[in-house]
């Protein structure tokens, strides 16, 4: 069984980061600003259509709205939003990756798009405040004085996008194999678990072979 892995993350958590070495120290392709690439070569959208299709979901309603509003014509005849066209874009991307059975996928649904895969498995990774904080402003350049309301706004939006694409809750166990708290813990630590993780289910799933 090759190694599959999801991550979704509470945005200062350092999740993606790290993915990035959940990636390396399977030895498998890393996939997060890789996957909009991937998007834009199929899609026909521009990157910036792309790159900020989960932002705008920060407002729940304003983004169900918007998702009612339809353009053209699906294949089966019905019409699409151009919110689900943009989720679609990267839903059949991330359908590719896992169709090769391994790699590393940071966000985007990819639990839901996955959740039939055999062998894949979803984590999400959260943590305290005031680490989140630390990283954001420290990690990521975030200006402390906003730091707090870019969590909040970021957190939304990815709830919000999540829930309205999946009909699933965001964060929600039942939707995940393991979930971490990055609080306390190194982001090698963190990753040493989460490779502990696959390779234990992957070698219960050729026991049950």
């Not at 407002?59 to 509003?69: D, E, G, K, N, P």
């Not at 909040?152 to 964060?171: E, I, L, P, S, V």
């Not at 982001?187 to 219960?204: G, M, T």
Request: glycine residues 8%.
């Amino acid at each position: 069984m090759r190694p599959l892995v999801t991550i979704s993350r509470e945005y200062g958590s350092g999740g993606r980061i790290i993915g990035k070495l959940v990636a390396e120290k399977l030895g498998v392709p890393f996939y997060d600003k890789e996957i909009i690439d991937l998007a834009v070569e199929e899609s026909g959208f521009s990157r910036e259509m792309i790159e900020s299709a989960e932002l705008k979901a920060k407002s729940s309603f304003a983004y169900s709205l918007a998702s009612t509003v339809s353009f053209g014509e699906s294949v089966s005849g019905g019409s699409l939003s151009v919110n689900e066209k943009l989720f679609l874009a990267q839903f059949d991307v991330i359908k590719k990756i896992g169709d090769s059975g391994e790699g590393v996928i940071v966000g985007r649904c990819a639990d839901y798009v996955l959740r039939d895969t055999p062998g894949v498995t979803n984590v999400f990774i959260y943590s305290e405040m005031e680490e989140r904080i630390k990283r954001c402003v420290e990690v990521y350049g975030d200006d402390p004085a906003k730091v707090k309301q870019t969590i909040a706004t970021y957190d939304k939006a990815r709830q919000n996008y999540y829930n309205y694409h999946t009909c699933q809750k965001w964060g929600d166990y039942r939707n995940y194999n393991l979930i971490i708290n990055s609080y306390c813990i190194s982001e090698e630590e963190a990753a040493d678990l989460i490779v502990s993780y696959v390779q234990n289910r992957s070698i219960a799933g050729k026991e049950e072979e």
